[in-house]
């Protein structure tokens, strides 16, 4: 069953309504009717069941009938920090660590990366990104929206990756394998990906004064948005979210 996001405003103590395009969907789509059940999120762990009401293209009344915290949530916190790519690869990779279940995704600036020019196409640019996790939550049946923050520098995610236990950065002079434990002291995780021309050698033992050690992800050379991916899949595996360990 599909789960629909519910804003923090049109949620009550029993009900709840939808609004806008998914209000639209469930009429005119999936032709819900009154007396159907809906399954919803919160957008922060908590998934709801509900009876519909009424419903119109215009809106959607729910009578909520169960509250549980939500099975689906990764116990790993991890972050993934790319470099900023050109027009809609980044768009490509907030769409995959969603379904994935990344927490938070910190894009930022390094030597080699695409500047986005002004505050205002930044601000319309994260807009884009929250509107494309929250259709793709909806689609994976996640119950907690990836976390976008603003775009940084690399220094920035530096620092940012203090509290971090593990630390990844890949890059594909590197040769040294990702295998086997990965020991930590806690479940913070934190991925750097560099831009479409890589990580430059300065700024990787930078980052290794930070903690961070640099692996490869094989003999061939990936597209930055795939390494993204990749990398993440691979941690969540070894650090035990997808049956590793």
Same mark, same amino acid.
């Given at each position: 069953?599909? &789960?629909? /996001?519910?804003? *923090?405003?049109?949620?009550?103590?029993?009900?709840a309504?939808? $609004? #806008?395009? !998914?209000?639209?969907?469930?009429? &005119?789509? /999936?032709?819900? *009717?009154?007396?159907?059940?809906i399954?919803?999120?919160?957008? $922060? #762990?908590? !998934?709801?069941?509900g009876?519909?009401?009424?419903?119109?293209?215009e809106?959607?009344?729910?009578?909520?009938?169960?509250?549980?915290?939500?099975?689906?949530?990764?116990p790993?916190?991890?972050?993934?920090?790319?470099?900023?790519?050109?027009?809609?690869?980044?768009?490509?990779?907030?769409?995959?660590?969603?379904?994935?279940?990344?927490?938070?995704?910190?894009?930022?600036?390094?030597?080699?990366?695409?500047?986005?020019s002004?505050?205002?196409?930044?601000?319309?640019?994260i807009?884009?990104w929250?509107?494309?996790?929250?259709?793709?939550?909806?689609?994976?049946?996640?119950?907690?929206?990836?976390?976008?923050?603003?775009?940084?520098?690399?220094?920035?995610v530096?620092?940012?990756s203090?509290?971090?236990?593990?630390?990844?950065a890949?890059w594909?002079?590197?040769?040294?394998?990702?295998?086997?434990?990965?020991p930590?002291?806690?479940?913070?995780?934190?991925?750097?990906i560099?831009?479409?021309?890589?990580?430059?050698?300065?700024?990787?033992?930078?980052?290794?004064?930070?903690?961070?050690?640099?692996?490869?992800?094989?003999?061939?050379?990936?597209?930055?948005?795939?390494?993204?991916?990749?990398?993440?899949?691979?941690?969540?595996?070894?650090l035990?979210?997808?049956?590793?360990?």
């Amino acid at each position: 069953m599909q &789960k629909f /996001l519910i804003n *923090k405003e049109a949620l009550g103590p029993k009900k709840a309504v939808i $609004h #806008g395009q !998914d209000a639209k969907h469930i009429y &005119k789509v /999936l032709r819900l *009717k009154p007396k159907d059940t809906i399954s919803m999120t919160d957008g $922060h #762990g908590t !998934d709801f069941t509900g009876c519909i009401n009424k419903a119109a293209a215009e809106y959607v009344e729910i009578s909520i009938l169960s509250e549980k915290k939500s099975l689906t949530e990764s116990p790993l916190d991890l972050t993934l920090c790319t470099a900023m790519l050109k027009y809609n690869k980044m768009d490509e990779v907030i769409k995959q660590i969603t379904q994935l279940g990344v927490t938070r995704w910190i894009p930022f600036y390094c030597k080699r990366a695409i500047p986005l020019s002004g505050q205002k196409r930044e601000k319309k640019q994260i807009q884009r990104w929250q509107t494309i996790a929250r259709e793709s939550l909806k689609q994976c049946g996640r119950s907690r929206l990836v976390d976008i923050i603003p775009p940084m520098d690399f220094q920035q995610v530096l620092a940012f990756s203090k509290g971090c236990s593990h630390k990844f950065a890949f890059w594909e002079t590197s040769d040294r394998p990702l295998a086997g434990s990965v020991p930590g002291e806690n479940s913070k995780a934190v991925i750097l990906i560099g831009p479409e021309g890589g990580f430059e050698e300065e700024e990787i033992r930078h980052a290794v004064e930070f903690g961070f050690t640099s692996y490869s992800l094989g003999p061939r050379i990936l597209r930055a948005e795939t390494a993204a991916v990749c990398a993440c899949g691979l941690i969540q595996y070894l650090l035990g979210d997808m049956g590793g360990r």
